[in-house]
């Protein structure tokens, strides 16, 4: 009886070691969010240190030729920072990565904005520094683009 005492410890011991690790992600309120972050492609970083890759847009969304704007800490949860973020109100993304390889989409950032690209009763046009572009969720976000979507409600008088 007394050679199995330390077996049975050591399996309790990695029973609480797992049920620990696992609560704080089952206790996470962002793990829906995050995980479709991460079906989308885009990945968590604990923090800006060991960034591969950290490169800035600006991306400008008119919905009836009124601003809006892209929330402060967008693709900022707690335990995560997205690949593609917002730090404040000004519209700069933050690409970054360990992988200074990896390509971040427009529609990775919508994802991650919660935002659809494609939204019902609206024409949809994009203009990466100032030239219109088909790409949309195809687009690669690169340094320094300035990048513009702009959606116009479909009306009857629209669709002659």
Known sequence: MNERKPLRVLIGILVIIVVLFSWSWLG???????????K???????AHE?????IHQH????????EE?????????QG??????VHGNDDELHVESVDPTKKIT????MTVYG??????????TLKVDAVPSEKLGDLILADGQTIELDYESITPDAKK
């Open 106 to 109: 427009l529609g990775q950032f």
């Open 28 to 38: 996470n309120p962002n793990r829906g969010v995050i995980s479709a972050w991460k």
């Open 59 to 66: 991306l400008f969304i008119r919905v009836d030729g009124k």
């Open 69 to 77: 704007g892209i929330p402060a800490n967008t693709g900022i949860v």
């Open 50 to 54: 060991n960034a591969g890759q950290h």
């Open 80 to 85: 995560c920072m997205a690949e593609v973020h």
């Open 40 to 46: 989308a492609g885009v990945g968590c970083l604990a």
């Open 115 to 124: 935002k659809p690209l494609a939204r019902d009763g609206y024409r949809v």
